[in-house]
T-cell receptor
Framework: QVQLQESGPGLVKPSETLTLICSVS????????WSWIRQPAGKGLEWIGR???????TYKPSLRSRVTMSEDTSKNQLSLSLTSMTAADTGVYYC????????????WGPGALITVSS | QSVLAQPPSVSAAPGQTVTISCSGK????????VSWYQHVPGAAPKLIIY???KRPSGISDRFSGSTSGTSSTLVISGLQTGDEADYYC??????????FGGGTKLTVL
């Protein structure tokens, strides 16, 4: 059974950088796309971007200047870095697995709540 | 404002059938597969339809999807109280960017 678990600081100060980890168990992260998706407070789901392990990244254009996604195959983990955090970035952040050519998110983590506040 | 348009809410009584629409453009729905997700607040979203109309293993056949042109539709038949959730459609644009609908809140009366 594939399981994903997001972990992060919970609270981030404005202008700081958020770093989130997605730990995957039950399968290797190799050969899949891994997306980060968030739900801003009071809003719907929003795709942030994805990384193919090992290979390319694709980011949502409006967030591209602030986002970096990376992989650690030795730990079977993905990471998301989002710079210059503001209150608008407050919400729940999910990681999700997308098999190649499936064009959908088959497994999701439970999400990590991130609050931006001083 | 979301790239894909969904009705904010729908409602129906137990046992009835409800339809949720998802409208986009040729550059997204018209040229990619659509998937649908059930999201109960506080839980992880769940994939219920992929490649327009396929159901993952374990998803009830009460859920069905279809796509025509630039619109997609999710149909839930035999409504149950456990179906209450937010439902999202997702497609991909020409730059391989995933675009979400704004979500539809389903209330089972």
């Amino acid at each position: 059974q594939v399981q994903l678990q997001e972990s992060g600081p919970g609270l981030v100060k404005p202008s700081e950088t958020l770093t989130l980890i997605c730990s995957v168990s039950g399968d290797s992260i190799m050969g899949y796309y891994w997306s980060w998706i968030r739900q801003p407070a009071g809003k719907g789901l929003e795709w942030i971007g994805r990384i193919y392990v090992s290979g390319t990244t694709t980011y949502k254009p409006s967030l591209r200047s602030r986002v970096t996604m990376s992989e650690d195959t030795s730990k079977n983990q993905l990471s998301l870095s989002l710079t210059s955090m503001t209150a608008a970035d407050t919400g729940v952040y999910y990681c999700a697995r997308e098999p190649v050519q499936m064009w959908s998110f088959e497994y999701w983590g439970p999400g990590a709540l991130i609050t931006v506040s001083s | 404002q979301s790239v894909l348009a969904q009705p904010p809410s729908v409602s129906a009584a137990p046992g009835q059938t409800v339809t949720i629409s998802c409208s986009g453009k040729f550059s997204n729905i018209g040229t990619s597969f659509v998937s649908w997700y059930q999201h109960v607040p506080g839980a992880a979203p769940k994939l219920i339809i992929y490649e327009n109309s396929k159901r993952p293993s374990g998803i009830s056949d009460r859920f069905s999807g279809s796509t025509s042109g630039t619109s997609s539709t999710l149909v839930i038949s035999g409504l149950q109280t456990g179906d209450e959730a937010d439902y999202y459609c997702v497609a991909w644009d020409n730059s391989l960017i995933a675009v979400f609908g704004g979500g539809t809140k389903l209330t089972v009366l």
